[in-house]
């Protein structure tokens, strides 16, 4: 499949502060489970980073830890943390990184698309049903409403996405593996892992963008 880009909806809101991962919603700190990936789709991810800074676009920085965000919610109750651990058991899971997505209207987000396979509804699915009473859970995290993406940029003004998707885009999707997944703690800055091995040379720890 060759490079792609979809505008969504404004009102989808693909994550925030820590590239991709949400840190508010609407004034409040919020709470995530992320699925990190294989070292070469982990380094493919920040080569785009690195790419998309070098013409001087605001990109994550290599600090950050590329990701995608499975689950969000105001509040995810350390009490559920087994229950998702059994909801990913099944990793490593196979993923397949695709086109590029743009979300949002004014400053926008760049992120690559996630290829959606059988095995990833299946592993979303359960983690939603696992934090079904987790309160603050937003729309479009629920099944069949979900975008998964690993982000690339963000507040990309709309004037410099031609640049950001001819700099990014790529002729041919990259196959890999979600090997891990952790808990981000937006309240605490803190974030652990839940399922899989990381096995990645990158960062275990994301801060806040500032």
Same mark, same amino acid.
């Given at each position: 499949?060759g490079p792609s880009s979809r505008i969504a909806d404004g009102n989808e809101?693909?994550?925030?502060?820590?590239?991709?991962?949400?840190?508010?919603?609407?004034?409040?700190?919020?709470?995530?489970?992320?699925?990190?990936?294989?070292?070469?789709?982990?380094?493919?991810?920040?080569? !785009?980073?690195?790419?998309?800074?070098?013409?001087?676009?605001r990109a994550l920085r290599p600090h950050h830890r590329p990701h995608i965000?499975?689950?969000?919610?105001?509040?995810?109750?350390?009490?559920? !943390?087994?229950?998702?651990?059994?909801?990913?058991?099944?990793?490593?899971?196979?993923?397949?990184?695709?086109g590029l997505l743009v979300f949002g209207t004014g400053r926008v987000v760049?992120?690559?698309?996630?290829?959606?396979?059988?095995?990833?509804?299946?592993?979303?699915?359960?983690?939603?049903?696992?934090?079904? !009473?987790?309160?603050?859970?937003?729309?479009?995290?629920?099944?069949?409403?979900?975008?998964?993406?690993?982000?690339?940029?963000?507040?990309?003004?709309?004037?410099?996405?031609?640049?950001?998707?001819?700099?990014?885009?790529?002729?041919?999707?990259?196959?890999?593996?979600?090997?891990?997944?952790?808990?981000?703690?937006?309240?605490?800055?803190?974030?652990?892992?839940?399922?899989?091995?990381?096995?990645?040379?990158?960062?275990?720890?994301?801060?806040?963008?500032?």
């Amino acid at each position: 499949m060759g490079p792609s880009s979809r505008i969504a909806d404004g009102n989808e809101q693909p994550g925030g502060a820590r590239g991709g991962s949400p840190s508010r919603d609407n004034g409040l700190m919020v709470q995530s489970v992320e699925l990190l990936l294989d070292p070469g789709l982990d380094a493919a991810v920040r080569a !785009d980073w690195e790419a998309l800074s070098s013409t001087g676009i605001r990109a994550l920085r290599p600090h950050h830890r590329p990701h995608i965000t499975i689950g969000v919610a105001s509040e995810i109750y350390p009490r559920i !943390d087994k229950a998702l651990a059994r909801a990913l058991a099944t990793l490593p899971i196979p993923v397949t990184l695709g086109g590029l997505l743009v979300f949002g209207t004014g400053r926008v987000v760049i992120a690559r698309a996630i290829t959606v396979s059988p095995e990833l509804v299946e592993a979303h699915r359960a983690v939603w049903s696992a934090m079904r !009473d987790c309160p603050g859970q937003p729309r479009h995290t629920a099944p069949g409403e979900w975008t998964p993406h690993a982000t690339l940029a963000k507040r990309v003004p709309i004037a410099d996405c031609a640049t950001a998707i001819g700099t990014v885009a790529r002729r041919h999707d990259l196959h890999g593996h979600i090997v891990a997944a952790r808990r981000w703690d937006g309240e605490e800055h803190r974030d652990w892992l839940i399922a899989g091995t990381d096995g990645t040379s990158g960062p275990a720890v994301s801060g806040p963008t500032s």
